[in-house]
């Protein structure tokens, strides 16, 4: 069910709908016009589906940012798990990498080819790959913002405790907090409120958007992927700008707290370090990746195996990075819906199914799932 009728409790909406707008036309009074961003693939995925920048007064921009961990992955990772998979390697990934464009090809076809290539649906399946053919290396594609990078590293934990020697990763773990960072020191994108990532929020915690209010004075808020939290949150925002009184404002306080999961975090950093990642679209930015320690390197693939991931091509007209970013919206690339379709992706941003140019396929086109 999409749009209004999505709603479940349509007096709820209706009155959130009210409030919104009321906010709305607080800030035209104070000659305003407000841009929020959303920094949450499923955030992304429930705004598309039920229609809420329909919702939206006219003086509100809402865009989409980094939010999906697939699409922000350089194509360079997948290169090398296809040199792996023709190395006989067995090569472990989630099934939103599967189409993603690699410089020159993807892993299906890399599959088509011969290659083994195993889906997983989670990284306990994972470990049951590896436990399954002792005899080959599996390497897991290992992908994913703080809410993903947590149950992988507990899994590496059972990894060490029960001596598998045949599984390595293959990482390309992102933290949130610096992409926020360098979107804000961009001085071409203007961004007054972060509708903050929910899971994400549960890992690293509220507190973790003080810096964006208090220093860059930024409203954020924490909300859940309801159609109603969004509503709710969006309009949480609108009420900090109104009040010119940025702060975090934790909504979704059912699920996060203030100071995130701890022992999610202890494990995350008994594993892993900060290292300087490469985002597309928004370039390298300082502290945002993270690498396994070097106590942990020979459960590191390209330790283990002896090369490094060189930088891949990105297709030079696919704008993802500018989607990203939230400098464009999907339909405003040329190739949207024509030379880019879910059927023949050219970038990730139309393969994930946290995409922006997907959702916007998606649901702007009446297709329903
Ligand atoms: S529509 Fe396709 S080509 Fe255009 S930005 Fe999105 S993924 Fe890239």
Same mark, same amino acid.
């Given at each position: 069910m999409n749009g209004i009728e999505g709603f479940r409790n349509m007096e709820a909406a209706n009155?959130? /709908?009210?409030?919104?707008c009321g906010h709305g036309q607080q800030l035209a009074r104070q *000659?305003?016009?407000?841009?929020?961003?959303?920094?949450?693939?499923?955030?992304?995925?429930?705004?598309?589906?039920? *229609?809420?920048?329909?919702?939206?007064?006219? #003086?509100?921009?809402?865009?989409?940012?980094?939010?999906?961990?697939?699409?922000?992955?350089?194509?360079?990772?997948?290169?090398?798990?296809?040199?792996?998979?023709?190395?006989?390697k067995i090569i472990a990934t989630f099934g939103d990498m599967m189409r993603v464009p690699g410089s020159r090809s993807t892993l299906d076809k890399t599959r088509a080819e011969g290659g083994r290539i195993e889906i997983c649906y989670s990284p306990r399946h994972v470990l049951e790959l590896a436990r399954d053919n002792r005899k080959t290396e599996v390497v897991f594609l290992a992908i994913g913002f703080e809410t993903t990078?947590?149950?992988?590293?507990?899994?590496?934990?059972? $990894?060490?405790?029960? %001596?598998?020697? #045949?599984l390595s990763l293959l990482t390309a773990f992102k933290r949130v907090p610096p992409a926020l960072s360098a979107l804000l020191g961009d001085p071409e994108i203007r961004i007054d409120g972060f509708l903050c990532?929910?899971?994400?929020?549960?890992?690293?915690?509220?507190?973790? /958007?003080?810096? /964006?209010?208090?220093?860059?004075?930024v409203a954020c808020v924490v909300a859940g992927f309801e159609p109603l939290d969004i509503l709710y949150g969006l309009d949480g925002l609108a009420r900090q700008l109104v009040a010119n009184n940025p702060h975090v404002d934790n909504q979704y306080?059912? $699920? $996060?707290?203030?100071?995130? #999961?701890?022992? %999610?975090?202890?494990?995350?950093?008994?594993?892993?370090?900060?290292?300087?990642?490469?985002?597309?679209?928004?370039?390298?930015?300082?502290?945002?990746?993270? $690498?396994?320690?070097?106590?942990?390197?020979?459960?590191?693939?390209c330790h283990r195996f002896g090369f490094v991931v060189e930088p891949g091509r990105v297709?030079?007209?696919?704008?993802?990075?500018?989607?990203?970013?939230?400098?464009?919206?999907?339909?405003?690339c040329p190739l949207f819906g024509t030379g880019c379709h879910p059927d023949h992706p050219l970038g990730p941003c139309m393969v994930s199914s946290e995409g922006s140019c997907a959702a916007e396929f998606k649901y702007a086109s009446g297709v329903s799932s």
């Open positions: 009155h959130f /709908y009210k409030v919104l *000659g305003r016009v407000v841009h929020f961003m959303e920094v949450c693939g499923s955030h992304t995925m429930a705004i598309a589906r039920f *229609g809420i920048r329909d919702f939206l007064p006219i #003086n509100m921009d809402l865009v989409s940012g980094p939010g999906c961990p697939v699409c922000v992955t350089d194509p360079g990772i997948i290169d090398a798990a296809i040199q792996l998979a023709h190395q006989g990078v947590a149950p992988i590293m507990a899994m590496l934990d059972g $990894v060490i405790g029960e %001596a598998i020697g #045949n990532p929910a899971h994400v929020s549960a890992i690293i915690g509220a507190d973790a /958007y003080r810096p /964006y209010a208090e220093t860059h004075g306080n059912r $699920v $996060v707290k203030p100071e995130g #999961n701890r022992q %999610a975090q202890r494990v995350i950093a008994r594993f892993l370090e900060p290292v300087d990642a490469s985002w597309r679209g928004l370039g390298v930015i300082p502290a945002s990746g993270l $690498v396994l320690r070097q106590e942990f390197t020979r459960y590191d693939a297709n030079p007209h696919c704008l993802c990075g500018d989607v990203l970013k939230g400098k464009i919206d999907p339909s405003e």
